[in-house]
């Protein structure tokens, strides 16, 4: 069986998202999303999609991804690999022909049987609210459960609709423990995660664990009680081989103002996580991209090489982790949207010879952010077709669809 992973995109329709949560953390209004790099150029607002008519299209096509359950949305990111869908933007990038015909998954000089899909849940769930100025308090939502359960049944409308289908799933189940009690937390693990000890079946679905810093996640809180219940996680993983996926660029959805998130997403933030569980597989999600100026790597403005190699920082101490630990991997979701960032990666890549350069290869893992990366492509097509052309060699681009997620995931 030779599979091709998308090891991060996201599958939610509006009601998953905690939107109380996302307003209450802009601390200073409307200017905290310029403030936090929301609207930089390099991060949402692109070149072309400042045109008000694209990012009109754009912000209308990523809602009609929310506005559908999420069983249509998989039948309809199989059909658009499929050549289903006719591009509507001249300049979008497209393939010679559709990725997925002749009953394989067709990509550079390989053929693959199935694609391994690996959805991301996040935990939207939320505790009461503390806000004594608002009319109508807000109260604890277990938003979670729901969404499993609507994942759930989202797999079995796909594979209702489309028996002999390409796609294979893998999701991965969202924990933010500030909200959750840590025999809640220990009852999730239980009951919905793959072990070799407890096989899938029923909701026993799930074969990682995705953590989302900017929505509470600390890797290791000052406080007790709350650094408990992140050692039970970490305990779990590392006795049942389970793969964490954090979020990594200084974006995204957030709970937590901008400074806040910032401090546990940067992956020197599970420093002390390694030190006493050095065998943890950990993914750094979107390769710990950077948008804000202030957030930039100095050292490769001051040496000229901006705009060659990566210039975040975080990217560097992610490289930094994987040379330290052994099960330390990223993925170019989203990130690989961006002009350029291929070109920087394997410029970066190049600069380096031996096993120094073996080791980051062997680290990185494909995956898209769908539907999240629709405010900057036109659709999942488009993204696979970006990466199709970027500089790597087949060979290596085999290992980040195939044999490094199968590592990652710890699959045989």
Known sequence: MEYFFDQHFHLMDISHPNLISFFGSLESGITELFTSGALLPSYILTP???????LLSRITNTLTTFEQPIGQTLLMMEDDLSGAYASHDDEAPTPEQPYIRDGALHFRSRTYDKMALCPMLMDFSSSPSSDQSLYYPSVKKEKILTYIDDTLTGFSHYRTN???GLFDFFPFVGINPPVHSLAFIK???????VTERAKSRGKRRFYGIKVYPPLGYDPWPAD???????IAIYEFCTENKIPIMTHCDDQGFRGLT???AWRVSEPDAWRPVLAQFPLLTIDFAHFGWQYTPRQKNPLTVLSGLANKVPDSSWFYQIIA??????????DVSFSGANAGFYDELYNYLSSLEGEERETIVRRILFGTDFSVNLMKVESYTSYYRLFE????SDDEIHSFVQTNPMRYMGMK
């Open 48 to 54: 072309k999609n400042r045109r008000s008519h694209t």
């Open 162 to 164: 489309h028996p002999n």
């Open 187 to 193: 009852e999730l693990l239980a009951t919905f995660v």
């Open 224 to 230: 007790k009680g709350e650094r408990e219940k992140v």
């Open 258 to 260: 901008a400074k806040e």
């Open 321 to 330: 982790l994987m040379k330290s630990y052994p099960n330390i991997y990223a």
């Open 389 to 392: 052309t970027a500089p790597f």
